[in-house]
């Protein structure tokens, strides 16, 4: 049931990096570094303010949309013409980020209030609760996601800019309002992944750095750009996180998510359900 | 002009080996001659760094393969008992026959799909490190292996390098070694394949190139160099962990791909000038020591924005300004800021 739970967060990572990447061709390296903050806005405002968790995961991914569209505005849409400088500028946000929240928040753990409390009995076995409402927090905004990008006019207009940016301008879609959106958007997502997280784990100032890798490693599976092709790739790499532990060792473990994807490469180079550049 | 500014480039790197030569000696501090010999690793390390820029990608799993060096060296003379003089090449080897294998099916993808990939192959052997725990210890990391002990040198005979001057001084011999491989490769017919591949990589194979065979040697060719300086890292510390903060962790990576890219990725140089200069930056910070990754990332930042090619190329930049006010004005070079 970790592994479910884990697995869907990473999916969140992977949603807003795969957005971010489909509409701006960057690759955010600080979405850990959101997904981290996201995670802290949540505990000061449950813990300093006393706002219900539901409120302040809402407020916070509200708080981490506007950074990220201050991100995109000041430095991201500078540097679209260039993937290579993008790639420093968003390691250099990332190492700012970081050490910022050590300096900020310390470096001792906290935690966020538990989502639920309580075991939970499905077909005769016992699940905690918590992880029932993570896994069921992330399907819902993953399907709202997938519902704004297929049925409503700015979703549409994100995907036209996606597939085809100078015909989408031709349309009238304005490529820097597109790329503000995926920013608010991707960084919403990974408050909410960071607040699920927190609210299961702790918080760290690092506890951004494995879901981003998780969550990259979701894209190139299951093909940038491709939201279902995100959703089954983490899917399996949740099921290699729980399972092969069990099965083979730790160590196997480690090396799963490469091994998968050599041979996902070797097969199909664009990923499960990606297109060819 | 051409050889004037190839002059000046050659008493520019014999100034630079001198300083590395005397500077242990001026300062004369234990712990300034163990700084220096990591700054020296990271100017391997970020050298080799940007040899795979050269065919146009970029790898953020450079770590990795210093990870790989650094166990291999280390576990070779702590089980085998084996000298430093085989242990540092094994390194070095093992991590260039790594990349070799995995650079077939990951050089099949170009850009920002080949980051990630090295990403998660430096994560992967990280944790295959970390949790391997019969061989590498584990969390415990690893110590008690030897350091490079006493090598016999052809005209020297034997010499101890057990000190951490000595060491200083065979570190930046390989280093220099290496450095010198590196910039023979980029200006030999390999390099000048690589630079085809990475200005076009249809026309190059159109012209008859195997773009992916060359792609994969200069990808071993640069992992051959992390293994070396992981190496040289694992006995000059003489102790290794794979914990997340540890040496082999993202950041390192991070600060290595800063490192070439504030120096100048476009010139053999540049990483060595960016190494160099915010190494010696983070070690005068060490008072703010929280506050360092914060100054580095920035120093990044606005490097990236206003001179993408470098620090290196900013004397350059100047100079072409200066000519530029006396040409006509173009409209191109009236225009205000991009």
Redesign the interface.
């Known amino acids: 049931m970790n592994g479910l739970a884990l697995g869907w967060i990473y999916v969140l990572m992977a949603l807003g990096l795969t957005l971010i990447?489909g509409i701006m061709?960057i690759?955010q390296?600080a979405h850990g570094e959101i997904y981290m903050l996201g995670a802290y806005v949540v505990y000061y405002l449950t813990a300093s303010l006393g706002l219900p968790l539901l409120t302040a995961t809402a407020l916070s991914m509200l708080v981490m949309a506007g950074v990220g569209l201050v991100l995109e505005r000041f430095?991201f849409r500078?540097?679209k013409v260039?993937?290579?400088?993008a790639?420093?500028?968003a390691?250099?946000?990332?190492?700012?980020l970081?050490?910022?929240s050590?300096?900020m928040f310390g470096l001792y753990q906290r935690n966020i209030p538990l989502l639920a409390q309580g075991p939970f009995h499905i077909l005769g076995s016992v699940v905690p609760k918590d992880r029932i409402v993570a896994v069921a927090g992330a399907v819902v905004l993953s399907l709202v996601l997938y519902l704004f990008l297929n049925l409503t006019r700015y979703g549409e207009a994100m995907v036209a800019s996606a597939q085809n940016p100078e015909g989408a301008i031709l349309q009238g879609i304005g490529p820097h309002r597109m790329s503000a959106l995926s920013m608010g958007i991707g960084c919403a997502l990974a408050a909410a992944g960071g607040t699920l997280a927190g609210s299961l784990f702790t918080l760290s100032p690092?506890m951004g750095?494995v879901p981003l890798?998780k969550g990259?490693?979701i894209?190139?599976l299951g093909g940038?750009g491709s939201l279902p092709g995100a959703f089954i790739a983490g899917m399996v790499l949740g099921l290699i996180d729980g399972l092969v532990p069990i099965l083979f060792?730790?160590?196997w473990?480690?090396?799963g998510?490469?091994i998968l994807?050599?041979v996902v490469?070797?097969i199909k180079?664009q990923g499960f359900f990606g297109h060819a550049? | 002009m051409q050889n004037r500014s190839s002059l000046g480039i050659s008493l520019g790197w014999a100034l630079a080996v001198i300083l590395a030569i005397v500077s242990p000696l001026a300062l004369s501090n234990i712990y300034w001659t163990s700084a220096l010999t990591r700054i020296l690793i990271s100017v391997l390390m970020a050298a080799s760094l940007r040899t795979v820029y050269l065919v146009g990608e970029f790898s953020l799993g450079h770590v990795g393969f210093m990870c790989l060096g650094a166990y291999t060296s280390a576990l070779m003379t702590l089980k085998a008992n084996l000298p430093f003089a085989l242990t540092l090449p094994a390194g070095g080897f093992l991590a260039g026959l790594t990349a070799l294998l995995l650079g077939y099916p990951f050089m099949r993808v170009k850009g920002i799909y080949f980051v990630i990939l090295t990403v998660v192959t430096s994560e992967s052997l990280r944790l295959l490190a970390f949790n391997w725990s019969d061989l590498t210890g584990g969390t415990d990391g690893l110590i008690g292996f030897p350091g490079a002990g006493s090598l016999s040198i052809p005209i020297l005979g034997q010499v101890d390098f057990g000190g951490s001057n000595e060491y200083y001084y065979l570190t930046l011999t390989v280093v220099c070694a290496s450095l010198y491989i590196l910039y023979c490769l980029e200006k030999s017919r390999l390099g000048f394949t690589w630079l085809a591949i990475r200005e076009t990589d249809r026309m190059a194979g159109a012209v008859g190139i195997n773009v992916l065979k060359y792609k994969v040697i200069n990808f071993s060719a640069a992992c051959f160099f992390a293994g070396i300086g992981g190496a040289l890292l694992a006995h000059s510390e003489q102790a290794l962990s794979a914990l997340e903060g540890a040496s082999f962790g993202i950041m390192t990576t991070i600060y290595l791909l800063v490192y070439t890219v504030v120096g100048g990725k476009m010139r053999f140089e540049g990483p060595i000038v960016g190494a160099v200069v915010l190494s010696l930056i983070s070690e005068f910070t060490r008072p703010v020591e929280e506050y360092q990754p914060m100054i580095i990332g920035a120093i990044a930042i606005v490097i990236v924005m206003l001179s993408p090619d470098g620090l290196v190329t900013i004397p350059k930049r100047v100079g072409l300004r200066r000519l530029r006010s006396f040409a006509p004005k173009s409209k191109a070079a009236a225009k205000p800021k991009a």
């Open positions: 990447f061709h690759m390296f430095l500078r540097l260039d993937w290579s400088s790639v420093v500028a390691t250099g946000l990332t190492l700012i970081q050490s910022g050590v300096v690092y750095l890798v990259m490693t894209i190139v940038m060792g730790a160590a473990a480690s090396m998510p490469l994807v050599i490469l070797v180079p550049e």
